[in-house]
């Protein structure tokens, strides 16, 4: 799936970063179905929200994607940006926590729990194929490396985290 957003960028990395993985997210989990590894799968529509700049609907009902960012340690240089024959290349070491939640009335479709289980297994499958996420890594965000989704929910309601290790890349000019 292609992206329409602008790659990573220096002057806005957490705008642009944010902006890809709206869209991104935003293709698979609305409510359709993709074709993934030549067959059709069913997404659920899911609410998006990242960092704490945005808030998931409360009540929630369906699915919610909460995205938070967290640099593991300091930025990487590549001297000459091959691209642009000046300024530099940088590479920043990330980790994304994607909070899947869902509170749904068990309509058919599963309960809270199944329908959480299915949107982060969901999830977790698609941060794992490169087919899927090579219009990401055209984008800057590349390397990515999905663990298991673990279950964080006490019983109130259903929540699973998905977290992903990863690098941004961009060009830095002066």
């Not at 699915?63 to 940006?81: C, E, F, K, Q, T």
């Not at 055209?138 to 109130?156: E, F, H, M």
Request: hydrophobic content about 40%; glycine content about 12%.
């Amino acid at each position: 799936m292609p992206l329409n957003s602008p790659a990573v960028n220096g002057l806005s990395v957490v705008e642009s970063t944010q902006g890809l993985w709206f869209e991104w997210l935003s293709g698979y989990f609305d409510g359709g179905t993709h074709t993934l590894g030549g067959s059709g799968v069913a997404f659920p529509s899911a609410h998006l929200a990242f960092d704490q700049s945005d808030a998931l609907p409360q009540p929630l009902s369906g699915v919610g994607i909460s995205v938070v960012a967290a640099s593991r340690g300091g930025r990487d240089y590549l001297d000459d940006d091959p691209t642009l024959g000046k300024g530099k290349l940088a590479f920043d070491e990330i980790t994304w926590t994607f909070y899947v939640r869902a509170q749904v009335a068990d309509t058919g479709a599963g309960n809270s729990a199944y329908q959480c289980r299915r949107a982060a297994d969901l999830l977790n499958g698609l941060l794992r194929n490169s087919a899927a996420t090579i219009a990401l890594h055209a984008k800057g965000i590349t390397d990515l490396k999905a663990r298991a989704p673990q279950v964080v929910s006490d019983g109130l309601f259903a929540l699973r985290v998905v977290t992903v290790r990863g690098r941004l890349q961009y060009s830095i000019t002066f």
